[in-house]
């Protein structure tokens, strides 16, 4: 690693901050790591599928119009 590398480091890590700045900077490094679109795809594949309703003949139950 690079000397300016390991400075920038360090003076993070010795740099007070509070929880949400904390968590603002935690953020913005796995962003960087991952990236925008792997994050997008990650939550937009976390998202529970709804079931499809079976289509269903006119002779099946319920295929008429209900007093047809």
């Known amino acids: 690693m690079s000397t300016s590398f390991r400075e920038s480091i360090d003076r993070l890590l010795n740099t007070e901050m509070d929880r949400m700045e904390f968590l603002k900077v ?24 709804k079931p499809t309703a079976p289509t269903q003949g006119p002779g099946a139950y319920g295929g008429k119009p209900f007093g047809g």
């Open 26 to 49: 935690c953020g913005v490094g796995i962003l960087a790591a991952i990236g925008v679109s792997g994050v997008l795809k990650a939550l937009a594949g976390a998202q529970p599928k």
